[in-house]
């Protein structure tokens, strides 16, 4: 790795660091990814996971105390870092609980109000990203959408076919998946799901 590389990451983790939330910090961590050779790559990659994934922890814990609308502006960010580094389930955990905050404040704040359209189309990115069990969740959320629309909408019955299929393939496919591992998960696939338990609990005290 280059001298230039090494610097911009020394870069990148500072302004991390440092809390410097703004379009320039994408701009350095871009120029990291594009510099690196294949070599490198898949080192350098590993490596910034595991600090974002570390830092974001620090980073929602430190804004338990803010506005909703700055915690999901953070939680915005956050998933636009991992977007870029490639870690899926870092940047569905983080959408989900964030929509799970978004469902909890719109009770007072409307404009916070999660429509059946994000819950479906979230369901399909996790259901295409491998990540069953979470997108048979919020399958249930976007019918219980419809659940709670009084309007009877004949225009609803197609969608809502959809989203009941779609749930269907995500059951059957968990049920698979969970006979794949049930004779012991690997200790990378173990250490995933500590993380996003993790995620899980901070994200829901800061939204409580």
């Known amino acids: 790795m280059s001298t230039a590389v090494s610097q911009q990451i020394s870069l990148f983790r500072s302004q991390i660091k440092n809390r410097r939330f703004d379009e320039g910090i994408f701009r350095v961590l871009e120029s990291v990814l594009a510099s690196i050779d294949l070599k490198s790559l898949d080192g350098v990659v590993s490596t910034l996971k595991q600090f974002m994934r ?9 804004i338990a105390e803010k506005s909703t609308e700055y915690k999901l502006l953070i939680v915005d960010f956050l998933v636009r870092f991992f977007n870029l580094i490639g870690d899926t389930e870092s940047c569905l955990a983080l959408i989900y609980e964030a929509l799970l905050m978004r469902e909890q404040k719109a009770i007072s704040d409307q404009r916070l109000l999660v ?32 659940e709670m629309n009084i309007v009877d909408d004949p225009a609803n019955d ?8 779609l749930k269907d393939v995500a059951v059957t496919s968990a049920s698979s998946k969970s006979g794949m591992f049930s004779s012991g998960a690997d200790s990378r696939v173990l250490q995933e799901q500590k993380y996003s338990g993790e995620l899980t609990r901070i994200l829901h005290f800061c939204g409580s």
């Open 115 to 146: 429509s059946y359209s994000e819950w479906l189309t979230f369901a399909e990115h996790s259901l295409e990203s491998g990540f069953c069990s979470i997108a048979n969740k919020a399958c249930e959320k976007a019918l219980l959408c419809f």
């Open 54 to 62: 570390h830092e974001s922890l620090c980073i929602i814990e430190e």
């Open 158 to 165: 197609f969608v809502i076919e959809k989203i009941k299929k």
